[in-house]
């Protein structure tokens, strides 16, 4: 794969402009949101960390029956905060005097489906493919409401689609910089692993492989699943995160504490090894703050994710499998930068116009910003 450029044609060197106005909410309500949002998107991961992987942190191997009525009344508790919180601000944003009746109708019914659907996620599933596609639906319904929260505080994820090639061109270099930092962070995780499995220090570590961990023994699983994991890690813990307590000017160290703590947290069943994933994360973070695009977060994860995941469940075929598919998926990777770089050649950088979406585009400012009103 070939290494990002930091600075190429001039797109990505440059940091978004900062934002004249971000919201008009209290910090304190802000940052209640914020986390209330983390709290979320982790406290069910979490549990199920602690159930499948708590034996390497002393915790009983067995988990009983008791337990897991206990962890799935959790997610169903968490679900329909999640339906209450999301039918709340969508009903808040949609009375007659802004939107049509029928815009009214499908919007509010959309929110009540899409709460009502986490909910039955939530339920315990005889198959598995099925409690997979219910991960999905509980995380892209939670993304949703992360995406309410950050509308009802004036604040956006800038989640607009690239309109001109130079856009594009702008947002490939970003994913090539988040599929770095991905690769960075993992590589050290599993180097950690392998050295402490090495040196049998006795330390916590993941037994076997990390598919076989996280229940995943095809692709199929695996596409699935990382539906949920992009919508839980990206949209919420990074993009929301970021962008709620940044438009609070909050400090640095609060915001990647923030984000930092729940990724190292989620990825515990790793064993000691998960302090790797500081790289992942504070990486993301930095990313983040510094361009403040989500699409490119969440293409780069996800195709790392997989193509890492797919690799892995390739073990069992000849060794050459697995560099013949790096080698085909870097010689892609050349081939479509190529061809933006080609259409973005013509026309110049400073003459394009800046993305907008519907909310108005609220860039992340770097570490010194200008104040901004917070009524």
Same mark, same amino acid.
């Given at each position: 794969m070939r290494v990002p450029r930091i600075a190429l044609s001039g797109l990505v060197g440059r940091p978004s402009p900062e934002p004249s106005v971000l919201t008009d909410a209290p910090a304190r309500q802000v940052m209640r949101h914020a986390i209330g949002l983390l709290l979320l998107a982790c406290c069910f991961p979490l549990i199920v960390t602690a159930l499948t992987s708590g034996h390497l942190y002393g915790l009983p191997l067995s988990v009983s029956t008791r337990t897991r009525y206990a962890a799935i009344w959790t997610q169903f508790t968490v679900a329909a905060v999640i339906f209450w919180w999301l039918c709340w601000l969508v009903f808040a944003r949609t009375p007659l005097s802004r939107v049509t009746p029928r815009q009214r109708l499908l919007q509010r019914g959309a929110a009540v489906l899409a709460g009502a659907a986490g909910m039955y996620a939530t339920a315990p599933f005889p198959i598995p493919l099925a409690q997979v596609v219910g991960s999905a639906v509980f995380g892209c319904v939670l *993304?949703?409401?992360?995406?309410? %929260?950050? =509308?009802?505080? =004036? %604040? $956006? &994820? =800038?989640?607009? +689609?690239? !309109? @001109? *090639?130079?856009? !594009? +061109? !702008?947002?490939?270099?970003? @994913?090539? &910089? %988040? &599929? #770095? %930092?991905?690769? *960075? /962070?993992? #590589?050290? $995780?599993? &180097? +950690?692993?392998?050295l402490i499995r090495w040196t049998g220090a006795g330390v916590p570590v993941m037994k076997g492989g990390q598919m076989a961990t996280l229940g995943v023994d095809n692709i199929g699983t695996l596409a699935i699943g990382l539906v949920s994991t992009v919508a839980l890690e990206d949209v919420v813990i990074v993009a929301a995160t970021i962008a709620l307590l940044t438009a609070v000017r909050r400090p640095a160290w609060q915001i990647y504490t923030l984000v930092c703590v729940p990724e190292v947290l989620l990825h515990a069943y790793l064993g000691l090894p998960a302090i790797g994933m500081l790289v992942f994360a504070a990486g993301r973070v930095w990313l983040y703050r510094r361009y403040g695009r989500l699409l490119p977060f969440m293409a780069a994860h996800f195709t790392f994710d997989l193509v890492g995941g797919g690799l892995m469940l390739m073990q /069992?075929?000849?060794?050459?499998?697995?560099? #013949?598919l790096g080698l085909l998926f870097s010689l892609l990777v050349s081939w479509f930068e190529s061809l933006l770089e080609k259409a973005a050649k013509p026309a110049r950088p400073d003459a394009q116009p800046q993305p907008a979406t519907p909310d108005g585009d609220t860039p992340q400012p770097s570490d010194h910003p200008d104040p901004v009103s917070t009524r």
């Open positions: *993304a949703w409401l992360a995406l309410e %929260v950050c =509308r009802a505080h =004036r %604040v $956006s &994820l =800038r989640i607009a +689609l690239p !309109r @001109t *090639a130079v856009e !594009r +061109l !702008r947002d490939w270099e970003i @994913t090539q &910089l %988040v &599929l #770095a %930092v991905c690769i *960075a /962070g993992g #590589a050290l $995780s599993f &180097l +950690l692993l392998h /069992g075929l000849p060794f050459w499998y697995r560099p #013949a």
